[in-house]
Every structure is written in structure tokens, then in C-alpha cells.
């Protein structure tokens, strides 16, 4: 990484930033391109498909369908088994889980098998690859899924979920969540120490997306595994709660975990994190107003806050984030806290905007493309597409087997 490295000298001698440090041939972006098992941690095209959406057909109006995940060169997707938080009235959250995880396994693997493989596991993405197959791979988002039961939290891995995010915006009964600022914040209860170190036994990704400060610290001195971060970024350039300090950061890297970089311009930008805060009064009156009429029908309830969303934003405009603003991401993860720290988890089709230059699944060459002109080497691009995630895989798979080995 040559160029890289004379662009760091330059910058501390001179205080000067550098910006695209060489030109770079197509030739060059496919050769590396191809060369990725690119990792999305991240999807929630679920949430449509469970409706009915095909995803072997052309969806414009979503980030995500097959030709173009095909045309993007994707290795591997996490799609998001996603409960909103309207499923936990009347004890429903258990079978919206087994709903997503059939959307999954019926109308996205099941429907296309000669271009999904079904992966729980770094062996079964590494396969996929030589059989020229998309991964798919499920994680649960929202920890209130689990019911407060172990027992379905061990089901719910039997059926093939590899990570849980322990909380959504709505903080659970063990766990508390960025987006609840009227629970006080209490991090994880015993019980939810209880539910990491099981999940840890089975081999399932601990993901602190989502969860308060003192949520991830209790994670990091719980977890014997690498937590992640599956769609997450730096609050450093944009500074919004569900995005990790610095101080954050650089602590899931020493125990070994990834930040996967959402895509989601508040994420991003500060200036699209400012346009959003001026937009959430708004948000949160009209959220509760809707979640009170339609308490008791959740379809309902869905198809009303998706109108709402339009309302609103056709009142306070979003500001668009950059292809520019997803690599300086990557960069400032990678300046404080190394490239294996940084990984990929774009929330395509879970967020209303996204960044211009990369605006779905087909366009992951331009990434490539910004990420060479940056001064990353091919090795570094590997790792920050997929060799990262797959390490962590790895040390969850090897926590859960030394753990099953003390106890057989």
C-alpha cells in the first residue's frame, strides 16, 4: 500500500489531506473486484420478501434483487431476520422470527437454489464461492425475538440464524438500546450476560448495532467471542447514537471484532445526520400516534408508517450522503483501529437513503473503485469485503467448540 503510505507521510508532515491518490484502470477494479468474497452483514429486503416481493425479478424500487446482486459480484449476504418492536405486545415476536427465517430459507434460497447457497458457517461461504452461489446467511435483529427464552434463542440457531443484534431502537427485558432514551441505561441484566455467554456455547455472533454505550462495555467484558458491529459506523464523522465512538472502536478491534459500515446517510454524514435530527420530532410524535391506533395490526401498522415516512420527508428533505463519505468511513476505522476492524454491512433496503454513487447491490464496484484510488491494496480490500468477517466467524466457531469441548 505504497501510495497509501507516502499520502500518511505527506499529511503529518505537511498537514495537507490527500484525496485520490492515483488513477486506477477498470482492468484493475474488476481483477480485485472479482478477487473479494464480498460480505454484506446486513439486508432487510426480508421485510419484502415476507410480503411477497420475488426477489429473482427486477425491483427498482428497493436496493436489492438477484440479477443485480449478481451484477454487483456479491459472495455472501446476511439477511436481516428483522422483528419490529410492535411484535412484542401479546408475545408475537417468536413467530414473526420463524416467519422471517421462512422467507429466507422458502422464498429466497428455496426459490432460487442454483444461485443461493444456505451458509451457517465460514466452510459453507468458502463453498458457495466455489460453486459460483451467493452465501445467504441469517441474523436476527432485535433481541426481544428470543422471547426471553434460551430455549428458542438455541431453536432459533438450529434453524440457522448466526448472529443476533441484541437490541433494536427498543431497548428489551436484559438489554437496554441506543434508541430508547426513556429507559434509564442499564446495560445488559444478568440475564442478558446469561444470553451472550449462550450464544458464545452455540457459536452466534454477538452484534452490538443498535444497543446503548453501556450496553456494548458490558459486552466487551462478557463476550469470550469477537462481538461486531453489523451496520454501524463512526460517530466521529457523523455523530448520531447508533454509531460508535472512537473509543468503541478501537476497543472491539483489540478484542478482536469488525465494524461493518452502514450505509444509511445519517450514518455517514454529518450533514445528512443534521437534516434527519431536524426531522425526528416529527418522527417520534407521529410513530407514537400510529403505533397507539394500530397496537393491535402490525400489517397495518406498517403500511401507515411507510406513508408517514413519505409525509414527513417530503417536509424536511434528506441530504443525500456520497460514495466520498462511505470511504472516509472505512478510512477513519482503519486510521485509528486498523483495516482488519472494518468490514461491510450496508442496511440496503432498512434505510430510506442512501449514498449517491452507491445505491444498491449492483454498484460494489464502485467501492472497489474509490477504495484503489484511495491507496488500499488488494490485500486491504480483501479483508474489509470479506476476509474480516469470515475471522470473526471463525473465532466464534472456534469459542463454541472449545466451549463444547470442556463440557462433553
Known sequence: MRTRSCCLVLFLWANVACTQTRAVADADVDRVHKSAILIDTHNDVTSFTVEGMDIGE?????????????????????????????????????????????????????????????????????????????????????????????????????????????????????????????????????FGKQVVAEMNRLGMLVDISHVSDKTFWDVIETSKAPPFASHSSARALANIP?????????????????????????????????????????????????????????????????????????????????LEDVVAQIDHVAKIAGVDAVGIGSDFDGVGCVPTGLSDVSMWPSLTRALLEKGYSQQDILKIYGENTLRVMAAAEMVAAQWQGRTN
Open 242 to 322: 447508533r454509531n460508535m465512538t472512537d473509543v468503541m472502536i478501537v476497543a472491539l478491534a483489540k478484542k478482536g471484532g469488525v465494524v461493518q459500515i452502514n450505509f444509511g446517510c445519517e450514518f455517514l454524514s454529518q450533514k445528512s445526520a443534521d437534516a434527519s435530527e431536524q426531522a425526528r420530532p416529527a418522527f417520534i410524535a407521529a410513530m407514537r400516534e400510529l403505533g397507539e391506533k394500530y397496537k393491535n395490526d402490525p400489517e397495518k401498522l406498517r403500511q401507515a408508517r411507510q406513508e408517514m415516512f413519505r409525509s414527513v420527508r417530503r417536509d424536511h428533505p434528506v441530504v443525500p450522503a456520497t
Open 58 to 190: 427486477p425491483n427498482p424500487e428497493r436496493h436489492t434483487d438477484l440479477a443485480r446482486m449478481k451484477k454487483g459480484g456479491m459472495g455472501a449476504q446476511f439477511f436481516a431476520v428483522y422483528v419490529a418492536a410492535s411484535y412484542v405486545d401479546g408475545n408475537r415476536a417468536a413467530n414473526r422470527t420463524l416467519e422471517m427465517i421462512d422467507t429466507v430459507r422458502h422464498d429466497i434460497i428455496g426459490k432460487y437454489p442454483n444461485d443461493f447457497h444456505f451458509a451457517t458457517s465460514v466452510a459453507d461461504i468458502r463453498e458457495a464461492r466455489k460453486r459460483g452461489k451467493i452465501a445467504a446467511l441469517m441474523g436476527i435483529e432485535g433481541g426481544h425475538a428470543i422471547e426471553d427464552s434460551l430455549r428458542l434463542l438455541r431453536a432459533f440457531y438450529d434453524l440457522g440464524i448466526r448472529y443476533m443484534t441484541l437490541t433494536h431502537s427498543n431497548s428489551n427485558n436484559w438489554a437496554d438500546s441506543s434508541g430508547d432514551i426513556e429507559k434509564p441505561n442499564n446495560g445488559l441484566s444478568p
